[in-house]
């Protein structure tokens, strides 16, 4: 069983933190054989099965239904997150921006398969074992980068800025940065320090897309430990061994969206709840505390870099 999270602990995708970036996949290759035209991600089926967890595989091949192992919210929500994103990195390029950067970039396929303008620089940051086997795992799939995809294995707990700028990133030009389901598995404290070299990182107009979460009401996280526990003990009895509750940071932290506004950023966003609202998307079970976590995104018009 996981351990609960300390400073140092490392990963692979098929453990702890890694673990939880191929239970995503997992929901956007459902998502994606789905349909519907709202996000597709062609690459999701086939890294899920390449990590080899044997669940996973199932699920996001479709060879076993989702039914309670993977909840109907978390479907929709990948439906709605992933066009999000999607999007958020669409109209950046539209608007000129030639520099993106994917934090915690998992097994995100984006570098791959969004339409980037030319000359368009895409970085992904992640931990080298992560980096080193979706590239391979891509590679054999015989896919090719869309952009011009520059990696950076590094944890983020490091001096990943430093790393960054050594791969050829340029803090004078604008950038386009997510940090897409990452701070909760963030000390408040180490999400703050990432917000603030974003920040630091980036020249006017500069974007940046991830989610804000609102502090929890008394009770709340009880509850939520106690969904993600039911959801494990399901998986357990499927043979995929995780503790979800475990992986994560809980207590009070600083709210993302209004911590960015305070350095500089004009954004704008919704919930959860709102979003799959707007595309006709039930939000039938909420004991995970989705609805109310709200994408924000926007442009930094401080006089940083």
Same mark, same amino acid.
């Given at each position: 069983?996981?351990?609960?999270?300390?400073?140092?602990?490392?990963?692979?995708?098929?453990?702890?933190?890694?673990?939880?970036?191929?239970?995503?996949?997992?929901?956007?290759?459902?998502?994606?054989?789905?349909?519907?035209?709202? &996000?597709?991600?062609?690459?999701?089926?086939?890294?899920?099965?390449?990590?080899?967890?044997?669940?996973?595989?199932?699920?996001?091949?479709?060879?076993?239904?989702?039914?309670?192992?993977?909840?109907?919210?978390?479907?929709e929500v990948a439906k709605v997150r992933g066009k999000f994103y999607d999007d958020f990195f669409r109209?950046?390029?539209?608007?000129?921006?030639?520099?993106?950067?994917?934090?915690?970039?998992?097994?995100?396929?984006?570098?791959?398969?969004?339409?980037?303008?030319?000359?368009?620089?895409?970085?992904?940051?992640?931990?080298?074992?992560?980096?080193? &086997?979706?590239?391979?795992?891509?590679?054999?799939?015989?896919?090719?980068?869309?952009?011009?995809?520059?990696?950076?294995?590094?944890?983020?707990?490091?001096?990943?800025?430093?790393?960054?700028?050594?791969?050829?990133?340029?803090?004078?030009?604008?950038?386009?940065?997510?940090?897409?389901?990452?701070?909760?598995?963030?000390?408040?404290?180490?999400?703050?320090?990432?917000?603030?070299?974003?920040?630091?990182?980036?020249?006017?107009?500069?974007?940046?897309?991830?989610?804000?979460?609102?502090?929890?009401?008394?009770?709340?996280?009880?509850?939520?430990?106690?969904?993600?526990?039911?959801?494990?003990?399901?998986?357990?009895?499927?043979?995929?061994?995780?503790?979800?509750?475990?992986?994560?940071?809980?207590?009070?932290?600083?709210?993302?969206?209004?911590?960015?506004?305070?350095?500089g950023w004009e954004l704008s966003g919704a919930t959860i709840a709102e979003l799959l609202s707007a595309?006709?998307?039930?939000?039938?079970?909420?004991?995970?505390?989705?609805?109310?976590?709200?994408?924000?995104?926007?442009?930094?018009?401080?006089?940083?870099?």
């Open positions: 069983m996981t351990s609960t999270r300390q400073d140092g602990d490392t990963w692979d995708l098929a453990s702890s933190v890694g673990a939880t970036a191929t239970m995503a996949a997992a929901a956007r290759a459902i998502a994606t054989r789905e349909g519907g035209g709202l &996000f597709a991600d062609a690459f999701a089926e086939p890294l899920v099965r390449a990590v080899g967890i044997d669940l996973l595989t199932r699920l996001a091949s479709g060879e076993e239904p989702p039914g309670d192992l993977v909840g109907r919210v978390a479907i109209e950046a390029t539209k608007a000129g921006i030639t520099q993106a950067v994917i934090l915690a970039a998992g097994l995100d396929s984006r570098a791959y398969r969004l339409p980037w303008p030319e000359g368009t620089v895409v970085y992904e940051l992640d931990q080298p074992d992560v980096i080193e &086997f979706k590239t391979r795992a891509l590679a054999e799939l015989n896919a090719e980068p869309t952009a011009e995809r520059r990696v950076v294995g590094i944890d983020l707990r490091e001096d990943w800025p430093a790393a960054l700028k050594a791969g050829g990133f340029d803090a004078t030009q604008k950038t386009a940065w997510s940090a897409e389901g990452l701070l909760g598995y963030l000390p408040p404290e180490a999400q703050d320090r990432l917000l603030d070299t974003i920040t630091e990182l980036s020249a006017p107009g500069s974007r940046v897309a991830t989610e804000s979460r609102p502090n929890p009401k008394p009770g709340d996280e009880e509850k939520t430990k106690a969904g993600l526990n039911r959801i494990a003990e399901r998986w357990r009895e499927q043979g995929f061994d995780t503790d979800m509750a475990k992986v994560r940071y809980y207590g009070e932290r600083n709210e993302a969206a209004p911590y960015l506004t305070g350095l595309n006709g998307l039930p939000l039938a079970d909420d004991s995970l505390r989705l609805s109310d976590v709200r994408y924000v995104s926007g442009t930094n018009v401080h006089s940083g870099g």
